[in-house]
């Protein structure tokens, strides 16, 4: 786990004050990095300011606190709950640390400590909390956790019959709320990752695939975050939802999203060997003029791979890169990439090449339903 940047350190709070919101859309987003009892975290406030941006772009009107201790994550929740009691949809973000203890959900506030368990239990905010607070709306209510990381008071000896030590990640949440949707960034009992980049796996899908249309239902665009996060993560983490919605939720992009947009890593050729999703061969092998492959569904091109600046590029549903490292990672034999095919099938690309081998060719196996369709040689080097 990596510790926050120094712009970071220190309680930073925004909070937007609001008239009554009638009618519309409303969201509050937490996102904590600098902790005071415990190691910080980096990505936490980026993850919340995309958010913010991302339900802004949605038309939500936001509100986005940082770097918050118990009373302040309070506060912001107090005033959410007033504020949300007649909107369409009311919206809870939290990113930052979360631990669960005798199956309840606790979200870390800046100043939890643990030097008693009654110490822990005043200053870690419960998640009935959050849930209490999206109760006052009688609207689509929608709580997203982003923080099922490990436990940070796991070893902590005041707490030691507080926690199991077996447990990790958050626990299901009971509730008794109507047309609530809680999405877990990974699913219960697992832990999400901080991620590499600027931001968690889960953030940026999350705000990739709910503004990448006009409008998205939300059920279906959970199912493209899922698939983004189990290609960013090599099947490692999965988001999770539960929840009593009796609407379909579409969201409409109103404003373009305001923040850095990735740089283009270009596309693949579309001329390429093509590859039908529906009759596919059991194996085929390409020599090293292989442009691309075309993977098509119904007729129609649904993925393109193909080598680019030095790295594997998958173009199509999200764009995805893979390095030579990545392919030759001896402890998953690979990497993935995962889908939906045009029929609503479980599908994925596996990509690999020899770890002992640097001159070895990229080879590809393409699963529906969990079982093996293709094997391909491609005759590309990484």
């Not at 600027?198 to 059920?219: C, D, G, H, I, Y």
């Not at 189990?230 to 988001?239: I, W």
């Not at 492959?293 to 764009?319: P, W």
Request: hydrophobic share 45%.
């Amino acid at each position: 786990m990596r510790k926050a940047a120094a712009a970071l350190v220190g309680t930073v709070l925004f909070l937007l004050p609001f008239s009554a919101v009638a009618d519309g859309k409303l969201a509050l987003i937490i996102g904590n990095a600098a902790y005071d009892n415990v190691l910080p975290l980096d990505n936490p406030p980026r993850d919340a300011d995309l958010a913010s941006r991302t339900f802004a772009a949605l038309g939500f009107e936001t509100r986005l606190v940082l770097n918050a201790d118990a009373s302040e994550m309070r506060t912001a929740l107090a005033a959410f709950r007033q504020d949300a009691v007649d909107v369409d949809v009311a919206a809870i973000f939290f990113a930052g640390h979360g631990v669960q203890a005798d199956n309840v959900n606790y979200l870390l506030a800046t100043d939890t400590g643990a030097a008693t368990r009654a110490v822990f239990e005043e200053t870690a905010v419960r998640m009935e909390e959050f849930l209490e607070a999206l109760g006052a709306s009688s609207g689509v209510k929608l709580l997203i956790v982003d923080a099922c990381r490990d436990n940070p008071f796991a070893a902590t000896r005041s707490l030691e019959k507080l926690f199991n030590p077996d447990a990790s990640g958050l626990s299901r949440v009971n509730h008794q709320l109507s047309d609530l949707m809680v999405i877990y960034s990974a699913q219960p009992n697992h832990l999400a990752y901080d991620g590499d980049g600027q931001n968690s796996p889960f953030m940026e899908a999350f705000s990739s695939v709910l503004t990448a249309q006009e409008e998205v239902k939300l059920t279906e665009a959970l199912i493209d975050i899922t698939n983004f996060v189990r290609t960013r993560t090599g099947d490692k983490q999965l988001p999770y939802t539960e929840g009593t919605l009796s609407v379909h939720l579409q969201l409409t992009l109103e404003h373009p999203l305001q923040t850095a947009m990735p740089v283009d890593e270009g596309s693949c050729p579309a001329d390429g060997e093509i590859l039908s999703l529906e009759a596919p061969d059991r194996y085929l092998e390409y020599d090293d003029d292989l442009q691309a492959l075309v993977l098509t569904d119904r007729g129609n091109t649904f993925l393109e791979v193909c080598v680019l600046n030095g790295a594997l590029l998958v173009s199509g549903g999200f764009g995805q890169t893979y390095s030579p490292a990545d392919l030759r990672n001896p402890d998953d034999g690979g990497a993935g990439y995962y889908f939906k095919t045009g029929g609503g099938h479980d599908a994925h690309l596996w990509f690999y090449a020899d770890p002992a081998n640097p001159d070895a060719t990229v080879e590809i196996g393409l699963y529906v339903n969990g079982k093996e369709r293709s094997w391909i040689t491609t005759g590309w080097v990484l």
